[in-house]
């Protein structure tokens, strides 16, 4: 268990805290969550601040433990297999709550979480053939702009709201538009792993 494991570990436990944060009926145990106004029009209720705060600190942990564990070698398989599955545990689990309390629109959180399923089939097909998809640019930019768009939400586009600027808007959308984007790519750059002289190749 080197730093780099711990820190993806680290994120599971701080997804774990947001999904808890944000779902828990705190009003049964009499805990109540300050509301305030910004600039006298914009409600904040501070719950959903604290979540950004640890959602902000999770998604640097995702920069930072791949960056520590390629350049001191402490890459192991454990590590890139829950490095995968904590990516998608934070952005899919926090896109789902932000769908259902209406802090976004369903269709970011459908079409994120259909181009994670087919992506990783794809991924889990080549690896069943011995070979490894590699990430590419545009399934790295749709990372950042989810992540950043993710943030902003959380922090109810502040200070752009302010401004009427809905940038959160405008990378949430460009998140989903990249995702698919990638999703096409990786099908077409791995067509061969799933066609073969024309038959589909059925998997689990």
């Known amino acids: 268990m080197n730093v780099a494991n711990k820190l993806t570990i680290l994120r599971i436990i ?3 805290a947001i999904i808890i944060l944000l779902l828990f009926p705190f ?3 009499n805990v109540d969550f300050k509301t305030f106004l910004v600039d006298g029009k914009i409600l904040v209720d501070s719950k959903y601040i604290i979540a950004g705060i640890i959602f902000v600190i999770a998604a640097l942990t ?6 520590i564990a390629r350049k001191y070698n402490m890459v192991t398989d454990f590590g890139k ?3 995968a599955i904590a990516d998608k545990v934070l952005v899919n689990s926090v896109l789902i709550i932000l769908a259902s309390s209406n802090h976004i629109s369903p269709i970011v959180a459908v079409v994120v979480i259909m181009r994670d399923t087919i992506v990783n089939s794809i991924k889990m097909l080549a690896a069943s053939q011995g ?3 590699a990430a590419i640019k545009s399934g ?5 702009c989810m992540m950043i768009g993710i943030s902003l939400t959380f922090f109810y586009n502040l200070p752009f709201e ?3 600027i809905q940038v959160a808007d405008f990378l949430l959308i460009t998140a989903t538009v ?6 096409v790519q990786y099908y077409v750059m791995n067509r061969d792993l799933i066609t073969k002289k024309g038959e589909v190749v059925e998997t689990l």
């Open 162 to 164: 302010l401004w009427n």
């Open 62 to 67: 995702d920069f930072v433990d791949g960056y």
């Open 81 to 83: 297999l829950m490095d």
């Open 140 to 144: 790295k930019l749709k990372t950042v």
């Open 178 to 183: 990249l995702s698919i984007i990638s999703a």
């Open 131 to 133: 070979k490894v998809v």
């Open 27 to 29: 009003y049964t145990i």
């Open 14 to 16: 701080l997804t774990l």
